[in-house]
């Protein structure tokens, strides 16, 4: 079956960077696009990031642009997801996505869901 497995979620200091990853298997990687979202508490999933099968075309929530870079290995069924320039508004749980017409911000667009991974940013 499909499994999307994040990792190199943590806690981090305003200003710091993080790494997350998220190795996919049971899928034809380079048939998906690839998103990255995220949930505050109490708050609703929302978009952060997405690329297409081949890396082209990231795009950006304007919360991130700047911040964040979206990229992929097809080599190694991975995408990952670079944070710099962490803001406290920043916490949440970090999911990735995999959808046959994804690569785009809405979630809809994305069959295939991590378990998620936790980033804290402290002030």
């Known amino acids: 079956q499909v499994q999307l497995v994040e990792s190199g979620g943590g806690l981090v200091q305003s200003g710091g960077s993080l790494r997350l990853s998220c190795a996919a298997s049971g899928l034809t990687f380079t048939s998906y696009g690839m998103g990255w979202f995220r949930q505050a508490p109490g708050m609703e999933r929302e978009f952060v990031a997405a690329?297409?099968?081949?890396?082209?075309?990231?795009i950006y929530a304007d919360s991130v642009k700047g911040r964040f870079t979206i990229s992929r290995d097809n080599g190694k069924n991975t995408v990952y997801l670079q944070m710099n320039s962490l803001k406290p508004e920043d916490t949440a749980v970090y999911y990735c996505a995999a959808g046959r017409n994804g690569g785009g911000n809405y979630a809809v667009m994305y069959g295939y869901w991590g378990q998620g991974t936790q980033v804290t940013v402290s002030s």
């Open positions: 690329i297409n099968w081949n890396g082209g075309n990231p």
